[in-house]
């Protein structure tokens, strides 16, 4: 018996002893899964499996960092270090830049946000001269992105009469021609969108059969937690990989799948029984992490959904406190109630700030909580929602280091080319990037040949100003080539003015810029150190790569640590607090307003998933609360109370008496009665005929008749594989 089984029960040790094959492990919340896919590996590695041959994905950095120790203290510091661990986009960004010369990008590709891909395709729908009030860059962008989850690249996309009838439907014929040039334009700018990163894998492995096998070679083992919040193109990758060994092992649980609206699907963990006929399946049935309250409960609410697979969940924890229902009358006494239970059970029970979570449906709904724990003197963190990342200042910076490690990037040059101001105007920028576009090249590279040529038609000043800030960013490529990421940020911050300008700026609002740049440089200061010793690159470019990647749960610091936590529900997947708050349980708010019952059953599901996975984050006390006045979008709303609490036994509930709560869920009859009594079911979701959900029924059914039809071998889209990433590369 090896030591470290001694961790786990019996239906968890069988699933990590069972080493080899296909297996799937499906189990509610809190009862081990994650823990079962950290001992796997740990076992593997025990029974002699080199680290570099484990593949292992999970849904956040964080969640691999903390694999990764707890793996450290059962094999040692070093094995786990060389294990392929991390978010799919992590891994696969990774892979993608070792093949880089197959796929025809350059090593040092950027990866785009999501804003610099909403930038991007806001200046195509201009220079196609769309409205960009019917051609909304959210929407665009969101229904490209679906398109590439569901891998259908531009050609395909343009082929597709079904989709081109449903942008024709949404007004917004263009899509299939935004989309195209969408796709060229990143590539002249050697630039990658996160969805990229997993399309263009599969296009490399269907493409390049030699390709694939070299890493059907190198990985023995893969491994998927949260699996069910897969979507097609990572449900393609993992299972090519394993093709041709079967040694995967999934994780997942159906009653939490709650990303569908970003192209997870369900169905991945559902068939995986019949993807691999001779797999092993693990049941769990114990609850390590709640009360048996919150197990209760949780079970409770999950039962009235219609689709899932049957599961048992009991606790052996004590029985536990009833949740406590909080009523307020407004959305501010929301803030106070919940802040004010925090200071309560503090003194009572001695918790630490980091014991509570405060979770809500939407980013929104933070600022509440804000102020009033500002107003108790609690520190918080909030996940999401404008991180630090996202502050201005620090994109400044960080658009100078994307520009210096790979200067075609468009979307980094036109950010900085005139901040700090260097007389470069709009006009100019407007000319050079025209330029660009007519010949089909990077803003860069019309900068650099001013020298032979001059098609943006700059006069000498102008071209002289355009020529030295080209010469600032070619310093700054040489030095990050020479020197570590701190190094060169730090002479970077400098160099450029940046920092200087924010010091003299004495405002508060410049105080804490410059705060906030230090703050940046403190953070690759450590980066270098760690990597240094870690034996990992320490370079500008790696240090990005970090930064690029990084999820709505990655942006722990370390005086972050004993904070109370504010997210969304949807970044708590996977995460355990002692004390969890589910606020702004209300109809339209939670389940959120697109969830109609009637037209969308799926929909409300999902909801309650996500209500599910709230309530299951919470070890020993849970609260729910809700308002009976919220300003939302700039208007007062009157509310009324989920229908979520509704659905839970009174039993495990304490303070609620759904009798007492006014009740309206139907369409107001008149304009009247709209004005006067608050917010109608349905109301936020009547004005588009087209809505989110509908664009993925969409995809799927394309998907399933390519399938059906047998096109392709490889399964996934109609595109002549003899024409490699056809569409997708310009020469
Ligand atoms: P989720 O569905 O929320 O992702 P999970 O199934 O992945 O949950 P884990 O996070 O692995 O569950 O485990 C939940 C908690 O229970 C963790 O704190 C874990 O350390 C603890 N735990 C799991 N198994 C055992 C066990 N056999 N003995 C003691 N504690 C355990
Ligand atoms: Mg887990």
């Avoid at 979570?357 to 600022?367: E, G, H």
Wanted: with cysteine; net charge positive; charged share 30%.
């Amino acid at each position: 018996m090896f030591e470290y089984l001694k961790d786990l029960n019996k239906a968890q040790q069988n699933a990590v002893l069972s080493s080899e094959g296909p297996a799937l492990v499906i189990a509610g919340a809190g009862s081990g899964k994650t823990r079962v896919l950290t001992y796997r590996i740990a076992h593997l590695l025990k029974q002699g499996a080199r680290p570099s041959t484990i593949l292992s994905l999970t849904f956040t950095n964080k969640a691999a960092r903390e694999m990764k120790e707890r793996i450290a203290k059962v094999v040692g510091e070093k094995a786990a270090r060389y294990l392929w661990m991390g978010t799919f986009h992590s891994i696969f960004a990774r892979i993608l830049r070792m093949e880089h010369e197959t796929i025809g990008f350059p090593s040092n590709f950027t990866i785009y946000d999501s804003a610099d891909s909403k930038s991007l395709i806001k200046t195509i729908i201009k220079n196609f001269q769309l409205d960009d009030k019917v051609y909304k860059p959210g929407v665009v962008s969101s229904r490209i992105s679906m398109a590439k989850n569901n891998l259908i690249t531009p050609n395909v996309y343009a082929q597709q009469t079904e989709i081109r009838l449903a942008d024709k439907n949404m007004r917004m014929p263009a899509i299939a021609e935004i989309y195209k040039e969408y796709v060229k334009r990143c590539f002249l700018s050697g630039a990658m969108d996160f969805d990229d990163l997993l399309l263009k894998t599969n296009l490399l492995f269907r493409d390049k059969p030699e390709v694939l096998e070299k890493y059907q070679k190198r990985f023995d083992y893969v491994l998927v937690d949260e699996y069910q919040d897969t979507n097609y193109a990572q449900y393609l990758i993992i299972k090519k990989l394993a093709a041709a060994h079967n040694n995967i092992c999934v994780v997942g649980d159906d009653a939490q799948s709650i990303y569908s609206f970003r192209g997870a699907r369900i169905e991945n963990i559902l068939n995986f029984k019949t993807d691999y006929p001779t797999h092993k399946i693990f049941k769990l049935e114990q609850n390590y992490r709640s009360t048996q309250t919150i197990v209760n409960a949780a079970n409770s609410i999950i039962a009235k959904n219609k689709k899932q697979i049957p599961k048992t969940v009991f606790s052996e924890k004590k029985e536990g406190k009833p949740i406590k229902v909080l009523s307020a009358l407004t959305d501010n006494e929301e803030g106070f109630l919940v802040a004010q239970e925090i200071a309560k059970t503090q003194l009572n029970d001695h918790y630490k700030n980091s014991d509570y979570a405060i979770l809500y449906r939407t980013n929104a709904q933070s600022r509440i909580f804000e102020e009033a724990l500002r107003k108790r003197n609690i520190p918080y963190k909030i996940y999401g929602g404008l991180s630090f990342y996202q502050r201005k200042e620090i994109k400044d910076l960080l658009a100078y280091f994307r520009l210096t490690i790979n200067p075609a990037d468009n979307e980094a040059l036109k950010r900085i080319i005139n901040f700090p101001a260097r007389g470069i105007g709009g006009t100019t920028l407007a000319k050079l990037e025209t330029a660009a576009i007519n010949n089909e090249i990077s803003i860069w590279k019309i900068i650099t040949g001013l020298s032979q040529s001059n098609p943006a038609n700059l006069n000498k000043g102008t071209t002289s100003k355009v020529l030295n800030f080209a010469k600032l960013i070619l310093k700054f490529t040489e030095l990050a080539q020479n020197t570590d990421a701190f190094e060169a940020a730090k002479t970077i911050a400098e160099e450029t003015g940046i920092l200087k300008d924010l010091y003299n700026d004495k405002s508060p609002e410049g105080l804490s810029r410059h705060e906030n740049i230090q703050e940046l440089l403190n953070g690759i200061q450590e980066f270098s150190i760690s990597a240094k010793e870690e034996g990992r690159p320490e370079k500008l470019e790696n240090y990005l790569e970090d930064v690029a990647l990084l999820t709505d749960q990655d942006t722990e610091k370390d005086e972050d640590r004993d904070k109370v936590t504010l997210m969304t529900v949807h970044s708590a997947k996977g995460l355990e607090f002692k004390n969890v708050f589910v606020v702004g349980l209300e109809e339209n708010l939670f389940p959120s307003g697109q969830a109609d019952e009637k037209n969308k059953p799926e929909a409300l599901e999902e909801e309650r998933r996500l209500f599910y996975v709230a309530l299951t984050r919470a070890e020993e006390n849970v609260w729910f609360s809700f308002a009976n006045q919220r300003y939302r979008w700039g208007k007062l709303d009157f509310c009324t109370a989920s229908r979520f609490l509704e659905e839970m036994d009174e039993k495990y509930m304490d303070g609620f008496d759904f009798n007492k709560m006014p009740k309206q869920r139907k369409q107001p009859e008149n304009q009247f009665q709209q004005e006067t009594s608050g917010p109608s079911f349905r109301r936020q979701t009547q004005h588009t005929s087209f809505k989110r959900g509908d664009t993925q029924n969409i995809f799927d059914k394309k998907l399933v008749n390519l399938r059906e039809a047998g096109k392709t071998q490889s399964n996934f889209e109609g595109d002549d594989p003899s024409k490699i990433f056809a569409g997708m590369q310009v020469e």
